[in-house]
């Protein structure tokens, strides 16, 4: 399989993924060692807050977005990684057991101005549960190489 450049990412290109489970013990393992808070390690506690039951930290929900974006096209592209992240939202709790899956959609692209080899793809990642609800966006720029370069310009 070719490996994917900027070239390949055009606004309106989505990739999709999953589903995913995730498993309970892998939540609170991760709770546990990341965000040790009470609504994502004791079910007695959790039902006390405003999420109502045992949920996933927002950050696992990162961790298992970029782990499916890894596996649906990062891992067979030319990344070099990501400036940052513009935007994150977690819109419903993410229970133990349930299934996520994965929309990227390519919102624009650009050519780097001072890097010839390199591209950025800004993409909205959407993570959905099994009863199809949108659980949690996340908005960024990637780095992709270029197949084909700019002309370095001429000097004066």
């Known amino acids: 399989m070719s490996q994917l450049q900027w070239e390949d990412f055009t606004p309106g290109r989505v990739f999709e993924h999953g589903p995913r489970r995730l498993p309970r013990d892998e939540m609170t393992a991760f709770a546990a060692e990341f965000d040790p808070q009470p609504m994502h ?5 959790a039902r006390a807050t405003m999420l109502g039951g045992l949920a996933a930290s927002g950050w696992y929900a990162c961790c298992i977005l970029m782990r499916m974006c890894v596996d649906a096209f990062v891992g067979n592209s030319s990344s070099m990684g990501a ?3 513009d935007e994150v939202r977690w819109l419903l709790p993410i229970r133990p057991g349930d299934e996520l899956s994965l929309r990227a959609t390519v919102l624009e692209t650009r050519a780097s101005k001072s890097r010839p080899d390199m591209g950025f793809v800004r993409f909205e990642f959407e993570l959905f549960n099994a009863r ?20 370095p310009k001429a000097a004066l």
Not at 132 to 151: F, H, Y
């Open 132 to 151: 199809d609800q949108r659980v949690m966006t996340l908005i960024t720029s990637l780095m992709l190489g270029r197949r084909e370069q700019a002309a």
């Open 41 to 45: 390690l004791d079910d007695e506690a």
């Open 83 to 85: 400036p940052g992240v």
